[in-house]
């Protein structure tokens, strides 16, 4: 294996790393859930997102996955959460997901979305989305994005 140049201290500030998560996307679960008569007791398709936004933005040192965050361990708790009972509420579910990860220690923020996608013909999914910050990310994100936007010469 070769090894790759070292940059450090070359890299503008503007292109600094500001945030980092894991994203599962869309995971596929069968899950007994819904309260109408033709819900209950039939398991149907969920799709499960979940974003991790983590409290440490370094690189995993000497590329160690032992120092890297488990995805295998974030998809198996979705699974173990949907089959772990039967919901009526997508939200019930969604909020099971979240204390999950929220309770983890180095988290900094974080969003899950469930998604229901044989409901409706004319749409391609009905679901829930909750997070523990408003808008389309945690606000040191949004912030300093929005900072680079302003003054896209910054850091040159």
Known sequence: MTDLPHLSGLIP???????AKI???????????????????????????????????REPAGDDP??????DFVRSEVRALAAARRYNLQETLAHAIYRRFAAMHGVAALRVATAKPDI?????????????????????????????????????
């Open 23 to 57: 994203l599962l996307e869309s995971l596929e679960v069968e899950t007994d859930i819904g309260f109408h008569d033709f819900e209950v007791g039939r398991p149907q398709r969920l799709l499960v997102t979940v974003e991790i936004w983590l409290d440490d933005l």
């Open 13 to 19: 500030e503007r292109l600094r790393v500001r945030s």
């Open 120 to 156: 409706y013909p004319d749409a391609r999914c009905v679901g829930v989305e909750i997070a523990s910050y408003a808008g389309s990310a945690p606000a040191a994100v949004a912030n300093d994005l929005a900072a680079v936007e302003q003054n896209p010469l910054r850091g040159l």
């Open 66 to 71: 032992v120092l890297a965050f488990d995805y």
